[in-house]
């Protein structure tokens, strides 16, 4: 009721979390458009460079959802940009898992692996379990996607023995 008094950073944040209520409902296409609103309201605010790359991923993220690819890799790589003269290494092994997953939609696969193995790099480099599993279970399905079954075993079984990723993780 009260939205329509907000001043740009206000409304920044109102359409940026009813982006994400959205994402988190799976209405994608819902979230998109608030996004794009947030995106339009960031121009016109004072925030700070790592608010505008987390949109960016945020929006990475939901044009993946929507298999919008070249719109995901051009958000992914503005995103990583930022994070890397920010030093958030962790957030850009999550964008290099994007554009993995984006690369390997188009068939270029050796970008792809290029861009897990970043990602594993980065999670090794900060012990962060959540992305080196989540880049092996993807390069597994890579591998499975081109017919090479004895990599993507090898990849496969690296996530089903840490008995740290939780076990949905490791049945999927």
């Given amino acids: 009721e009260v939205s329509g008094n907000f ?3 206000q409304l920044y944040y109102w359409y940026k979390f009813k982006g994400n209520y959205n994402s988190l409902n799976g209405e994608f296409v819902q979230a998109m458009r608030m ?8 121009k016109h605010s004072e925030l700070p460079e790592i608010q505008q790359a ?16 070249l719109e995901t890799i051009d958000y992914a790589e503005k ?13 850009c092994a999550q964008c290099h898992i994007v554009l993995g997953i984006s690369y390997r939609r188009i068939k270029m696969y050796e970008k792809a692996i290029k861009h897990y193995n970043l990602a594993k790099h980065l999670g090794e480099l900060n012990k962060s379990k959540q992305v080196i ?6 390069l ?8 090479d079954t ?12 840490d008995e740290e990723v ?7």
């Fill in 7 to 9: 001043d740009n950073l």
């Fill in 35 to 42: 996004y794009k609103l947030a995106e339009e309201k960031f």
């Fill in 54 to 69: 987390d949109l960016q991923y945020t929006m990475a993220v939901t044009h993946s959802k929507l298999r919008n690819t």
């Fill in 79 to 91: 995103a990583i940009d930022i994070f890397q003269k920010e030093y958030n290494f962790v957030r």
């Fill in 133 to 138: 599993q989540l880049t092996n279970q993807n």
């Fill in 140 to 147: 597994g399905y890579l591998y499975s996607t081109i017919g």
């Fill in 150 to 161: 004895k990599e993507a075993i090898k990849f496969f079984i690296e996530v089903i023995k």
């Fill in 166 to 172: 939780q076990v949905s993780g490791r049945l999927m």
